[in-house]
């Protein structure tokens, strides 16, 4: 593991000092390319104007024209955090402008991802006239077919990346369509369902649906567009950064839906001093956990109710889910780790793994885990009847996969699949995540081709780990203050919270917590409390690390901690 500094442009620093901005951070900032004060402004009239959105407008006249008929709309949702989030936006400001609402979200475990013919079938049970979906969709070619076939019109919202061909839909709203303009790619799905509901708003405002009534408040709907966005692990450009900043701010002055204060009280997590850490790895993995074990059904509940006590209820299942997936997971992750030197040993440019008793619910997040030690893209599989009371779709595995910076994961099984058609029957996802469906017959055809083929792909230096960071920190700058104002900035996907790194005198170190590794370390005659995660290989007396200055709190009182992420070897 190699530590390097992150380049900045020093022009890019002065300006920002100038500007008032805090020493740290304007080496920070310099860093991620901010150039000028202007762009870390989070106004919400900073955000890139809706009408820029290719079809958003088209997709306002549909829905407004729905509300006006009395038609029935179905949201047809995802079962991860983001299509949470934005199923439950829709179904708040849809009831806020008077439709008729319902929603949907397939059983991961039975019906898969996204729009197909088995769910619209389902759907069509409940007589929709309109069905919408939410960060899916754009790959559902057959699915939009058969609601075509029936009548059902459809509008379809996502994020996604397309493939080959577009779905035959009354229309589709996706930054990242053919012909699409709008500047900001990153949006999650749920952002791009708010800007549809902004644009709806526009549109019922123009034919005078307000006249009698007040307009709904959609700025009230950014806490979860906040959350959708940061546990979805989109890139923070500046777009998403200022939607993040809204939501973030109603939930530190109170003023967040029942149900995400619900889960903060579960977790532990006082609202004012909430950031976006705590959305994507305190309240992200709680509202996941119901998609990957049980009915995100659940999860969509808690946040679309405004009855506290039902809020509070949901909140407490989605927590007991997720203590449920962390104990999966750490069992999963145990089997895995007996086989890694092996898989070490034998490193190519990507691996996979396979086990039985994997529950298919949990297989993405051991990828992540198993990507981080090994520094490679990782597909993990189990069976798709395992966690399935029903045990359907014998012979059948569905995978999960995570990749590393500079590798295109999904483009790669779009070449696999090319090249032996017929034996992905699924697939999908973005240039770090993705998941598929192949038959157990063919796993290692498969594992053979996907490897071969990711080191075809593969850049020449991303298999060779390096942890960028911001540099050295001045002594003055390791307190608790810093800390403080370093946690209250957002940061995420694309523009990481500040990583430092310095050499250290460990003066001691113990285990804590079975898996954790406790230190006090010393620089310039200083001592500073440190953890390092995860992790129990003993650190040598000098230690080069990269680190994250946090606030540790414990018994009300606050300290700076360093939380150490990775040693030079």
């Known amino acids: 593991m190699r530590i390097v500094e992150r380049s900045f442009a020093e022009a890019d620093r002065q300006v920002l000092l100038r500007a008032g901005v805090h020493p740290v951070l ?43 008929a009395g038609q029935r709309i179905l949201i ?15 179904v708040r400001a849809l009831r806020g402008f008077g439709a008729r609402v319902d929603y949907l979200v397939p059983d991961r475990f ?5 729009l197909s013919p088995e769910l619209v079938d389902l759907a069509a049970e409940r007589r929709p006239d309109l069905m919408v979906t939410v960060d899916n969709g754009i790959a559902s070619v057959e699915g939009v077919a058969r609601a075509n076939a029936l009548g059902i019109a459809t509008l379809i919202t996502d994020h996604h990346l397309p493939g080959d061909a577009l779905p035959e839909a009354s229309c589709i709203v996706n930054p990242n369509q053919p012909g699409c303009a709008f500047p900001s790619k990153a949006l999650a799905g749920v952002g791009v369902l708010f800007y549809v509901m902004l644009a709806l708003r526009v549109e019922l405002r123009a034919r005078g649906a307000f006249r009698n009534r007040p307009e709904p408040n959609l700025g009230a709907l950014t806490d979860l567009v906040a ?10 450009d500046a777009n998403n950064r200022v939607l993040v900043a809204q939501g973030l701010n109603r ?55 405004d009855d506290e006590a039902r809020a509070a209820n949901c909140a407490q299942a989605l927590d007991q889910l997720n203590r449920e997936r962390r104990k999966i997971e750490s069992d999963m992750l145990d089997t895995a780790l007996g086989t890694l030197e092996s898989v070490r040993e034998a490193a190519g440019a990507a691996a996979v793994f396979f086990e039985p008793s994997w529950h298919q619910g949990v297989v993405g997040i051991l990828a992540a885990r198993l990507r981080q030690r090994l520094h490679r ?10 966690g399935s009371a029903e045990g359907t779709n014998p012979g059948l595995l569905r995978g999960s996969g995570r990749s590393i910076p500079g590798f295109h ?87 990481p919270q500040p990583v430092f790194c310095d050499t250290f005198t460990v003066e001691k170190q113990r285990v804590v917590g079975e898996r954790h590794l406790k230190l006090k370390l010393v620089k310039d005659g200083r001592r500073y409390e440190a953890i390092r995660f995860g992790a ?3 650190l040598p007396a000098r230690a080069r690390a990269a680190y994250r200055l946090t606030v540790n709190e414990f018994n009300g009182l606050q300290n700076v901690q360093l939380n150490i992420e990775h040693v030079e070897n």
Request: contains cysteine; charged residues 20%.
């Open 377 to 386: 893209p990782v597909l993990c599989f189990a069976r798709a009847d395992s």
């Open 76 to 90: 047809i949702a995802d079962y991860d955090a983001d299509g949470a989030t934005a199923c439950a936006v829709g």
């Open 409 to 495: 994961l999904r483009d790669c099984l779009d070449l696999v699949a090319k090249r032996a058609p017929g034996m992905i029957l699924r697939f999908g996802g973005h240039a770090q995540a993705a998941g598929l469906t192949l038959r157990e017959a063919d796993l290692e055809r498969f594992s053979a081709l996907f490897e071969r083929t990711a080191a075809e792909r593969m850049p020449a230096d991303a298999l060779s780990p390096v942890v960028e960071t911001d540099g050295m920190l001045d002594s003055a700058y390791l307190s608790l203050q810093v800390a403080q104002l370093i946690e209250h900035q957002i940061w995420g996907q694309g523009f």
């Open 227 to 236: 959350l959708g966005t940061v546990a979805d692990v989109v890139p923070l």
């Open 26 to 68: 304007a080496r920070v900032y310099a860093g991620r390319r901010v150039h000028s004060p202007e762009e870390l402004s989070t106004d919400i009239a900073k955000l890139v104007d809706p009408a820029a959105l290719a079809n958003v407008g088209r997709a306002a006249a549909l829905l407004a024209d729905a509300i006006e």
């Open 536 to 538: 129990l290989d003993p």
């Open 110 to 114: 039975k019906l898969g991802y996204g």
């Open 251 to 305: 939930i530190r002055t109170g003023r967040a839906t029942a149900g995400l204060n619900a889960l903060l009280r579960i977790s532990g997590r006082a609202p004012s001093k909430v950031g976006a850490f705590d959305l994507g790895f305190v309240l992200g993995p709680r509202l996941n956990a119901a998609g990957r074990l049980a009915d995100m059904g659940l999860g969509i509940e808690c946040l679309i109710t």
